[in-house]
């Protein structure tokens, strides 16, 4: 397994469970996208008008999440801050009330459980959230969970269940003939294996030695989120998103009283820098939904890179290439889709199937496409950088 992030200890513990032997090789586990996240479960509100396809998907992972939950809790002894919260998407305007009243009738005709609330309804269910807003869409089965605890309490599961996990960068795929049977670490050893599984996010195109038709068709986009924490009663005992002038901002808040508002999304390559008008942007969109939030410590800024493939979607199951499987290209949906990849992938490695859930997702779906730009253009291997994450120490250090 290559990558420890939540998706690659998803896979790692569950196909652990399923009796195989299973190696992680991550210099810095959950260092990337897990630790930026927000952690919303959100098929409704996170669904884009052309996802269709993801939809059902998203939702399966959703229905899994109670019991992976439950299981994971249970053999890490950590909790991972699933809150059954719901999730409301605050209209900025009236122009904005008519597209989430659009978004609404979309979501009823898929059968997805969605509801209307006027501007009085909103501020009695929020009461922290803006006097002039226009109302909301009320998405009620879309939660969260706490992605950096979710992360440890995969990485205890599988170090409990018997993974080894290797400290080290992933250089360069072993191949024999067409086939991958290992990986060369960025320290020279090699370790070899009946199949690799490449769970690498944002980096799974930078590993050297595939044939660039192979290279996996993802790239980064950089997105950046705030940790917020607030004293007192809670701001928000739920999700609150919106788009305020067009500009989408979420706020996703904590059991422990903290806020992470989110995200910025930047098409700038492997650029892990915090960028000040992002920063700017997600805390001046924010308080305008939630005027409190200006109270607020701001504890942490963090940058990291979301795995975007060309149609959004994830790429889950065998490559084109012998030996290695892909469990990558999650984009915005990766701590949702956790459970449902994780499961899927380790039924394939232990009885050679994949659920029908997953089979839009096949990585070989973009052969017949043009070759991938990006995907091509980093054929030879680097080391994974690190997310950055800056606290308010660090960014006053810096300023001086
Ligand atoms: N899923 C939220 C984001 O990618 O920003």
């Not at 249970?74 to 991972?80: A, D, F, I, L, M």
């Not at 979301?306 to 959004?312: E, K």
Request: contains cysteine; aromatic residues 6%; negative net charge.
């Amino acid at each position: 397994m290559a990558g420890a992030g939540v998706i690659g200890l998803g896979v790692a513990w569950r196909a652990r469970l399923r009796g195989l032997a299973v190696t992680v090789v991550d210099p810095e586990p959950g260092s990337g996208a897990s630790w930026t996240a927000a952690g919303m479960l959100a098929p409704v509100t996170e669904l884009h008008y052309g996802e269709g396809p993801l939809l059902a998907l998203n939702s399966a992972s959703a229905l899994r999440y109670p019991a992976f939950v439950d299981e994971l809790e249970q053999s890490s002894g950590c909790e991972v801050g699933y809150l059954r919260c719901g999730t409301l998407v605050a209209a900025w305007d009236a122009a904005d009330m008519a597209g989430l009243t659009d978004i609404h009738g979309f979501a009823r005709s898929l059968g997805l459980e969605t509801e209307l609330l006027s501007r009085r309804e909103l501020r009695a269910r929020v009461p922290a959230s803006a006097s002039g807003l226009a109302g909301a869409l009320s998405a009620p089965s879309d939660h969260q969970v706490d992605s950096r605890l979710l992360h440890s309490a995969l990485l205890r599961a599988c170090v409990a269940e018997g993974v080894t996990m290797v400290h080290t960068a992933a250089y360069q795929w072993l191949l024999r003939g067409d086939r991958v049977v290992g990986l060369r670490l960025a320290d020279g050893t090699d370790l070899q294996a009946p199949v690799v599984v490449l769970a690498c996010g944002a980096w799974s195109a930078r590993i050297g030695g595939l044939p660039p038709e192979a290279v996996p068709a993802v790239r980064p986009v950089k997105g950046q989120t705030l940790r917020m924490r607030t004293v007192g009663p809670p701001l928000l005992t739920c999700v609150l998103r919106g788009s305020v002038r067009g500009c989408p901002v979420y706020l996703v808040p904590r059991a422990d009283g903290r806020i992470v508002v989110g995200a910025s999304s930047e098409e700038v390559g492997f650029d892990l820098r915090p960028r000040a008008g992002a920063v700017y942007e997600l805390l001046r969109d924010a308080q305008a939904l939630v005027p409190g939030l200006g109270e607020a410590e701001l504890e942490e800024i963090s940058t990291s890179l979301r795995p975007a493939s060309p149609d959004n979607a994830p790429l889950i199951g065998p490559s084109r290439v012998p030996g290695l499987v892909l469990a990558t290209g999650h984009y915005r949906n990766g701590v949702l889709l956790t459970p449902v990849t994780a499961d899927a992938i380790a039924g394939l490695l232990a009885d050679g199937t994949l659920p029908d859930e997953v089979a839009p997702f096949s990585p070989t779906r973009f052969d017949q496409a043009t070759a991938f730009p990006q995907a091509t253009a980093f054929p030879q291997a680097t080391a994974f950088p690190q997310a950055a994450t800056f606290t308010q120490a660090a960014i006053e250090e810096d300023v001086g």
